[in-house]
């Protein structure tokens, strides 16, 4: 079956910008999480989507948001980009239930100029 | 406050060893833990999930520990080759602290070499 696709692969923002990546699930998981990668903080979640609802947020500032879409589909927003936010942005798909394994994508490498 | 840690950056050892890795935690009840490799500029990759009422799991070379009242995971891998040589991640899922929701707090991950 077709793996978790992240579109962009890779991405060059100016500061103030604002940014939307996009994010396609496995066939059949409803819920979708994103994860910010830094070198220095390494893997930290950022929200989680269940059905079009948001179930779970990590603590991020407001700029972050998300959203997911009745094919399950998920987008990222930043607003206001900030030089710290250039990291590698992951989404994570899986079945949303308590143990399950999550399926990641190649993600997207945003850099803030 | 909560924290996740994984022995060491980096782990050197040679192929045909085996490679132990830790992961410790503080302040949390997990009732699963998961370990992921991760390949540089690429997504994690699952590998293996404990639940907190098993004290072993294995799947072919790697084998995983779960001590709850230690609040540590071991992860090893037998019979270690170069292809090992990953960084890899244990991650918890607190699901049940959360109230609901499905988010998985990762550890600072261990960069694993294997020489030949």
């Known amino acids: 079956k077709a793996g978790v696709t992240q579109t962009p692969r890779y991405l060059i923002k100016t500061r103030g910008q604002q940014v939307t990546l996009s994010c396609s699930p496995i066939s059949g998981h409803r819920s979708v999480s994103w994860y910010q990668q830094t070198p220095g903080q390494g893997l930290q979640f950022l929200f989680e989507?269940?059905?079009?609802?948001?179930?779970n947020k990590g603590n991020f500032p407001g700029r972050f948001s998300g959203r997911q879409f009745s094919n399950s589909r998920s987008e990222m927003n930043v607003s206001t980009l900030e030089l710290g936010d250039s990291a590698l942005y992951l989404c994570?798909?899986?079945?949303?239930?308590?143990?399950?394994?999550?399926?990641f994508g190649q993600g997207t490498r945003l850099t803030v100029v | 406050s909560q924290k996740i840690e994984q022995n060491s950056e980096a782990l050197n050892i040679q192929e045909g060893k085996t490679a132990t890795l830790t992961c410790n935690y503080t302040?949390?009840?997990?009732?699963?833990l998961q370990w992921y490799r991760q390949d540089p500029g690429r997504g994690p990759v699952f590998l293996l999930l404990i639940r907190e009422n098993e004290k072993e799991k294995r799947k072919e070379r790697l084998k995983v520990t779960f001590d709850t009242t230690l609040k540590q995971s071991l992860f090893h891998i037998t019979a270690s080759q170069p292809a090992d040589s990953a960084t890899y991640l244990c991650?918890?899922?607190?699901?049940?602290?959360?109230?609901?929701?499905?988010?998985?707090?990762f550890g600072t991950g261990t960069q694993l070499k294997v020489e030949l």
């Open positions: 994570a798909s899986s079945f949303g239930v308590e143990g399950a394994e999550a399926f």
């Open positions: 991650a918890l899922d607190i699901w049940v602290l959360t109230g609901g929701g499905n988010k998985l707090t």
């Open positions: 989507y269940f059905s079009e609802t948001q179930r």
């Open positions: 302040n949390y009840s997990p009732a699963y």
